[in-house]
C-alpha cells in the first residue's frame, strides 16, 4: 500500500482534498510525514514546471509529493478568515518574504513597517540585479502580471541556436504551446472591458507607442474578465481593479492553484507539503535520491529537519532555486558527477522597468488612477536592428495619472552564470555592467522616441522621462521579473530535461531556458515542460 493510499484509507485524504489544501499541506504533513518517507516521485516547487509535471504524473494514476518551501496560501486564508492580499499600496507582513517593508520595485509611498514573516513577494539582491520571485504554493504564479505570451519561433530558434541546441520546434509550437495556453487558461480581454476606464493607461499607452514607431500588440492574459466586467459593474469585490498583483490577488486571477495544481489534487494523487524547504539531494548507489527537508515557520525558522528518499525527482524551485541546490548539493559532494553546464547561460530576460511623466494638466490627458493591474498591451519592437526590444504597457494604478509605466524585454547578448559558495552558504551571480548596458541603452531610447513622437505636451513641449520612480533617467535595469537559465535544457541536461549523468532526475522550470525570450516566460516555461513529458 503506497501513502496514497493508506491516508484515503484513514479517511484523510479525501478529507484533506474536500476542504482543500491547508488539510494536506498542513496537518497531514505534520501528522503523517513528521519524519519523511520514500515516494515515487518527489517535485521540489509548485511553479509552472512542475504544476505541469504533478497534473500529468497525476492524471496517469502516479503519486506524488510536492514540497514547497512558501506558505499554503488557500489555507493561511482559512485559518485567518480576515486575512486579504494586500493592495500594491498598502503593504502588510505577508506581503513580503523576511523583511520588514516592501521590496517592491516602485513603492508607491507604501511606508507601512511590519514584522519579518514568509511572505508571498522575494526579492534576492545580487549586484547589478534585484530577483523578484513569488512564495508558497504556486510559486510566480501568485505575484505575477498572467501576461501570457507565446514567443516568436524563430526568437526561441535562435535562443538555442546560440548555446548549440536544437529544439524539436515543430511539436512544441504545434502540441506544447496549444496545450500549454489551454491548460492555463489564456483569454484576450474583450472590447468592453479595454474600451474601459480601467484601460485608458493601455489605450494611451498604443497611441503614443504608434505614434513613435513601435508596433502595438494585443497581451493575453489569464485573469478572468468575466469577474473583471462584475468588478466594474461593482457586483463582484474588486481584484485587479482593486491594485492588487505584486502581493497576491484575492479574485479574478487564475493561477496555478485554479488551474495545474487543482487538477492535479483533484486526482486524489497529489499531496503538497508547504514551509518545507530542500536544503540538499543526495544521489544513492541503488539510484534513488535522498532529499534533506527542512521544515520551517513563518520566520524561516528550522522546526525539524526529516528525509526523503525517492526514485523520481523533478526539479521545479526555479531558475535560482533549482541551480542553487543542484550546486551546492555538488559542492557538498552529494551529487559528484553534476555537469559543468550547470550554473552557465543565466540571464535576467533583458528586463529593465522605464517611466515617463506626462504631466501636463492644461493639456495632457490623464491617464486615470482607475487602472487594472493586469497588462493586456505591449510595443514591439524587435525587429529594430540596433534597438529591438519589447515592451509592456505596465499599469501604474495610484501614481498612474500622469505616469506611465513599461517593462522592457530585450535580448540578452551576454550570458551571466550562476556559482556557489559554500563558505557563505550561497548563490552568486556573475553579472555585471556589460551584461545589461545595453537594456538602459534600449529602454532610454524608447523613453526618447516616446517623448519626441509619443505625445507632446501644450504648444509641442517634450515630457520627461520620470526621475522620482526610477532615479537614473527614469530606468532601472537591475529590476528582474523574469529570472531564466543555469541549468539549460540539452546542455545542463538532455532533451528530455534529464540531468546529465544522473538518471531520474529531471529539471522542469525557467532554468531550462538559457537567459532570455523576448516575451514574458511563463508560456515557455509550461510548453516545455509538458514536452519533457510527453517525449519521455
Ligand atoms: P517559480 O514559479 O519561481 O516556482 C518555484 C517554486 O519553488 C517557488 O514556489 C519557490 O518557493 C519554490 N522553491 C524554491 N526553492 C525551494 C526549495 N529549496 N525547497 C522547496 N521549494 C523551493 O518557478 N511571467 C509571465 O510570463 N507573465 C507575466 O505577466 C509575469 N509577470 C511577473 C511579475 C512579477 C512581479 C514576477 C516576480 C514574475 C513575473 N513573471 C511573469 C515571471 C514568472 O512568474 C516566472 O517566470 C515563473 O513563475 C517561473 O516559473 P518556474 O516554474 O521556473
Known amino acids: 500500500m503506497n501513502r496514497l493510499e493508506f491516508l484515503k484509507t484513514m479517511g484523510l485524504a479525501t478529507f484533506g482534498l474536500m476542504i482543500g489544501r491547508s488539510v494536506i499541506g498542513r496537518e497531514l504533513a505534520q501528522l503523517i510525514y513528521n519524519k519523511g518517507?520514500?515516494?515515487?516521485?518527489?517535485?521540489?516547487?509548485?511553479?509552472?514546471?512542475?504544476?505541469?509535471?504533478?497534473?500529468?504524473?497525476a492524471k496517469?494514476?502516479?503519486?506524488?509529493?510536492?514540497?514547497?518551501?512558501?506558505?499554503?496560501?488557500?489555507?493561511?486564508?482559512?485559518?485567518?478568515?480576515?486575512?486579504?492580499?494586500y493592495k500594491m499600496t498598502n503593504a502588510g507582513k505577508e506581503s513580503t518574504w523576511m523583511n520588514t517593508s516592501t521590496q517592491a520595485p516602485i513603492g508607491l509611498?507604501?511606508?507601512?513597517?511590519?514584522?519579518?514573516?514568509?511572505?508571498?513577494?522575494?526579492?534576492?539582491?545580487?549586484?547589478?540585479?534585484?530577483?523578484?520571485?513569488?512564495?508558497?504554493?504556486?510559486?510566480?504564479?501568485?505575484v505575477n502580471g498572467g501576461m501570457t505570451v507565446t514567443p516568436d519561433r524563430k526568437y526561441l530558434k535562435d535562443v538555442f541556436d546560440s548555446v548549440?541546441?536544437?529544439?524539436?520546434?515543430?511539436?512544441?509550437?504545434?502540441?506544447?504551446?496549444p496545450l500549454a495556453n489551454k491548460s492555463l487558461g489564456k483569454r484576450i480581454a474583450p472590447k468592453d472591458i479595454y474600451e474601459s476606464e480601467w484601460y485608458k493607461f493601455s489605450r494611451m499607452g498604443v497611441e503614443e507607442g504608434s505614434n513613435a514607431g513601435f508596433t502595438p500588440v494585443e497581451v493575453p492574459n489569464i485573469y478572468d474578465f468575466e469577474y473583471m466586467r462584475d468588478e466594474i459593474a461593482g457586483r463582484a469585490p474588486g481584484s485587479a481593479t482593486n491594485i492588487e498583483v505584486l502581493y497576491g490577488n484575492n479574485n479574478g486571477k487564475q493561477d496555478l492553484t485554479k488551474t495545474y495544481l487543482k487538477?492535479?489534487?483533484?486526482?486524489?494523487?497529489?499531496?503538497?507539503?508547504?514551509?518545507?524547504?530542500v536544503d540538499h539531494i543526495q544521489a544513492n548507489s541503488d539510484g534513488t535520491y535522498s532529499l534533506k527537508v527542512l521544515q520551517i515557520d513563518t520566520l524561516n525558522r528550522t522546526v525539524s529537519e526529516k528525509r526523503f528518499t525517492c526514485d523520481y525527482l523533478y526539479l521545479g524551485a526555479g531558475s535560482l532555486g533549482t541551480t542553487e541546490l543542484l550546486l551546492r548539493s555538488k559542492q557538498l559532494n552529494k551529487l559528484p558527477k553534476?555537469?559543468?553546464?550547470?550554473?552557465?547561460?543565466?540571464?535576467?530576460?533583458?528586463?529593465?522597468?522605464?517611466?515617463?511623466?506626462?504631466?501636463?494638466?492644461?493639456?495632457?490627458?490623464?491617464?486615470?488612477?482607475?487602472?487594472?493591474?493586469?497588462?493586456?498591451?505591449?510595443?514591439?519592437?524587435?525587429?529594430?536592428?540596433?534597438?529591438?526590444?519589447?515592451?509592456?504597457?505596465?499599469?501604474?494604478?495610484?501614481?498612474?495619472?500622469?505616469t506611465a509605466l513599461y517593462l522592457v524585454v530585450n535580448k540578452v547578448n551576454k550570458f551571466g552564470e550562476i556559482q556557489y559558495d559554500l563558505n557563505k552558504?550561497?548563490?552568486?551571480?556573475?553579472?555585471?555592467?556589460?551584461?545589461?548596458?545595453?537594456?538602459?541603452?534600449?529602454?532610454?531610447?524608447?523613453?526618447?522616441?516616446?517623448?519626441?513622437?509619443?505625445?507632446?505636451s501644450w504648444y509641442g513641449g517634450r515630457y520627461i522621462n520620470n526621475n522620482v520612480l526610477m532615479r537614473n533617467?527614469?530606468?532601472?535595469?537591475?529590476?528582474?521579473?523574469?529570472?531564466?537559465?543555469?541549468?539549460?535544457?540539452?546542455?545542463?541536461?538532455?532533451?528530455?530535461?534529464?540531468?546529465?549523468?544522473?538518471?531520474?532526475?529531471?529539471?522542469?522550470?525557467?532554468?531550462?531556458?538559457?537567459?532570455?525570450?523576448?516575451?514574458?516566460?511563463?508560456?515557455?516555461?509550461?510548453?516545455?515542460?509538458?514536452?519533457?513529458?510527453n517525449v519521455s
Open 37 to 57: 518517507g520514500h515516494f515515487t516521485n518527489i517535485l521540489i516547487g509548485t511553479g509552472y514546471g512542475n504544476a505541469v509535471v504533478a497534473e500529468r504524473l
Open 60 to 85: 496517469a494514476g502516479h503519486e506524488v509529493l510536492m514540497i514547497e518551501m512558501g506558505l499554503d496560501w488557500e489555507g493561511y486564508k482559512q485559518e485567518n478568515p480576515a486575512f486579504k492580499f
Open 109 to 142: 509611498g507604501n511606508l507601512n513597517r511590519f514584522s519579518q514573516f514568509t511572505g508571498i513577494l522575494e526579492r534576492r539582491d545580487f549586484d547589478h540585479v534585484k530577483i523578484y520571485l513569488g512564495k508558497g504554493i504556486g510559486g510566480g504564479s501568485l
Open 164 to 177: 548549440g541546441v536544437t529544439l524539436p520546434l515543430d511539436i512544441i509550437y504545434d502540441k506544447f504551446f
Open 263 to 277: 487538477r492535479a489534487l483533484a486526482t486524489g494523487n497529489v499531496i503538497i507539503i508547504p514551509q518545507h524547504k
Open 338 to 402: 553534476l555537469s559543468k553546464e550547470v550554473g552557465k547561460y543565466w540571464g535576467n530576460n533583458g528586463n529593465a522597468m522605464a517611466s515617463r511623466y506626462t504631466l501636463d494638466p492644461l493639456f495632457h490627458e490623464s491617464r486615470g488612477n482607475n487602472q487594472a493591474t493586469m497588462p493586456i498591451r505591449g510595443l514591439r519592437n524587435m525587429d529594430d536592428a540596433i534597438h529591438p526590444f519589447f515592451a509592456e504597457i505596465a499599469p501604474m494604478p495610484t501614481l498612474g495619472s500622469h
Open 425 to 456: 552558504g550561497g548563490i552568486s551571480l556573475a553579472w555585471d555592467k556589460s551584461h545589461n548596458k545595453h537594456m538602459r541603452t534600449n529602454a532610454e531610447f524608447f523613453l526618447k522616441q516616446m517623448n519626441e513622437h509619443g505625445s507632446r
Open 473 to 533: 533617467k527614469g530606468v532601472d535595469e537591475s529590476i528582474c521579473y523574469h529570472p531564466l537559465g543555469a541549468c539549460v535544457l540539452g546542455k545542463a541536461t538532455d532533451l528530455h530535461g534529464r540531468l546529465e549523468g544522473y538518471k531520474q532526475l529531471y529539471v522542469t522550470d525557467g532554468s531550462l531556458i538559457p537567459g532570455h525570450l523576448g516575451v514574458n516566460p511563463y508560456v515557455t516555461i509550461t510548453a516545455l515542460s509538458e514536452n519533457l513529458f
